[in-house]
């Protein structure tokens, strides 16, 4: 599953959308998770640069899932997965 994904990788990721688009601009993303209880403007703006730039997005269930897979405390709307 995704959330196992992100725990396996965690030197390589990007918590939050801010940072998330930055490093998808920047060529920098080989994959993108949002959660899907997330804010409707949050899941647009991320899915509709991941399709303009051809990265690869997935979907997840719960923000406080996909925060705990970062190792955090708190929800994570967006995390993104760093190039090796």
């Known amino acids: 599953m995704s959330y ?3 725990t396996q990788v965690k030197s390589r990721i990007i918590i939050g959308m ?3 688009l930055k490093a998808m ?4 993303v080989s994959e993108v998770y949002v959660a899907a209880d997330a804010d409707q403007y ?3 703006k991320v ?3 991941a399709k303009l730039l051809e990265v ?3 979907r997840v269930d719960s923000m406080k899932k996909l925060g705990a897979a970062c190792g955090i ?3 994570a709307s967006t ?3 760093k190039k090796e």
Not at 25 to 28: A, I, L, P, Q, S
């Open 56 to 58: 690869p997005y997935h």
């Open 18 to 20: 801010k940072q998330a």
């Open 25 to 28: 601009k920047n060529g920098e």
């Open 73 to 75: 405390d708190v929800g």
């Open 47 to 49: 899915e509709e640069l």
């Open 79 to 81: 995390v993104a997965i």
């Open 4 to 6: 196992d994904k992100v």
């Open 42 to 44: 949050i899941i647009h």
